[in-house]
């Protein structure tokens, strides 16, 4: 591929790319605990009788993990889908809840990569394990010369009630400019956010997911409208990240380190 398989180290954690199968294979069954175990997701029958979270784009994606240097244990996963990896395979996972090919239409020239399937370990969920995780997706994009980064970001639970003062601060605050904005799907059940601010605003932002609140500190920017995810239980919102955009502060704080 070009990189190297190591993209950081940072302090008892070591983020790389999955060099095989089995590495893959320990990222799905990450992802089927976090997911399916503590997160309420309905598993298919494949994914509930090996107990991995099994989807057809891990072949043809790249996966980085963060490892437990000590244990060994994979604490960490992030699933990379570039663009032309996309048009030789299936597409982009996203596309099924939002039309993706209109946004990649309107940006002809430009290096799209999807970000998807992130989480991290009971244990290691700190602000620093999910910046070292983002250290190493920073790598990479560095090495693939990504110009924007695109994915859903989920709200837990499938009930985006429970999370409409949230969704207002994203729709009022931190809305994607309108050449960059996505909708969802014909086919998909979603739900427009109130694109008035919500009349706690602080408290609002402070209930964001970690990694939402993660995507915000780097400059990412938010669709209006909610896709309700019934199989993973999950409140998906589009989110959009252009690498020019990227908060200046960010860029050192996220830069690689030497191994």
Not at 14 to 43: D, W
Not at 118 to 145: I, P, Q
Not at 179 to 188: D, F, M, Q
């Amino acid at each position: 591929m070009g990189e190297p398989n190591l993209l950081v180290r940072a302090g008892d954690l070591e983020v790389r790319l999955a060099s095989g199968p089995r590495e893959i294979e320990a990222a799905q069954a990450l992802r089927y605990r976090v997911f399916f175990e503590e997160g309420g997701a309905v598993p298919d029958e494949a994914s509930r009788r090996a107990r991995r979270d099994i989807c057809r784009f891990d072949e043809v994606c790249d996966h980085v993990l963060a490892i437990d240097r000590g244990s060994g244990a994979v604490v960490g996963a992030y699933r990379l889908l570039r663009g032309e990896v996309a048009q030789r395979g299936f597409g982009f996972y996203s596309a099924a809840e939002f039309e993706v090919g209109a946004l990649i239409a309107r940006h002809p020239g430009l290096n799209f990569m999807e970000l998807g399937r992130s989480c991290v370990a009971e244990g290691y969920r700190s602000k620093r394990a999910l910046e070292t995780l983002w250290r190493g997706v920073w790598a990479y994009a560095l090495a693939h010369r990504v110009d924007v980064m695109f994915g859903c970001a989920s709200f837990p639970g499938a009930d985006p009630e429970r999370h409409a003062p949230a969704l207002a601060a994203l729709a009022s605050q931190c809305a994607a400019e309108p050449e960059w904005r996505v909708s969802p799907c014909a086919h998909a059940r979603s739900v427009e956010a109130s694109s008035v601010a919500p009349h706690d605003l602080k408290a609002a932002l402070r209930s964001l997911p970690p990694l939402v609140k993660g995507y915000l500190r780097l400059g990412a920017r938010f669709g209006a409208q909610a896709v309700i995810d019934e199989a993973f239980a999950a409140t998906d919102v589009f989110v959009v990240l252009r690498v020019a955009d990227i908060q200046a502060r960010y860029l050192q704080h996220f830069a690689p380190i030497a191994a």
